[in-house]
């Protein structure tokens, strides 16, 4: 198979799974409480991951500590927001699109936090994605506001304070331990 059809049926298999753990994590916080669920999902991916943490080039150094941390709280109250805003909607379409908006506040969020300006295609790709949030919320006939929507939006802002956070220490940080405690 050649390498570009292989990464396009990766990235298709991974939207397919992502849309998947949506229904999943909605029906499993129907049945057992928010932080039990997010406390046994993630503690058990840790759990997984490290083994695979020993080794040399996967030592992390203690100064470095309070940094992975601090991602990790970002991702953890990013996975708070998201899946209290699942429990309580009643459109998970509207929620995927909310949270899909945070890799528009990406830049934005690196701007201010990171002083990192945004490229000229940001600018350039963000009257598209205005136009097309307008689309959704203009010609339905009628604007509504939930508070699901805000729980949304919400984690789709912390969710990008995360992934700034995360990109920045990534450069100093080995990938294995920086994920697994952050998913601890």
Not at 39 to 57: D, T, V
Not at 70 to 85: D, E, H, S
Not at 160 to 166: G, L
Request: proline share 5%.
């Amino acid at each position: 198979m050649q390498p570009q059809r292989k990464a396009e049926l990766f990235l298709v298999l991974t939207t397919f799974i992502a849309a998947w753990g949506w229904v999943f994590s909605r029906e499993a916080v129907q049945e057992m409480p928010i932080f039990a669920f997010l406390g046994s999902r993630f503690l058990l991916a840790a759990i997984i991951l490290l083994p695979f943490c020993r080794g040399k080039h996967n030592q992390i150094r203690l100064k470095q500590l309070p940094s992975i941390m601090m991602t990790g709280g970002w991702m953890a109250l990013n996975l708070v927001l998201w899946i209290y805003a699942v429990a309580t909607t009643d459109s998970i379409g509207e929620g995927a699109f909310i949270m899909s908006l945070a890799m528009l506040f990406v830049p934005l969020v690196g701007w201010v936090i990171l002083k990192i300006r945004p490229s000229r295609y940001f600018w350039e790709a963000l009257p598209i994605a205005i136009l097309g949030l307008a689309c959704l919320t203009l010609f339905t006939g009628q604007v509504q506001f939930k508070s699901s929507q805000l729980w949304f939006l919400a984690a789709a802002i912390v969710q990008a304070i995360y992934f700034c956070y995360t990109s920045l220490y990534t450069r100093s940080v080995p990938l294995l331990p920086l994920t697994t405690i952050q998913l601890a």
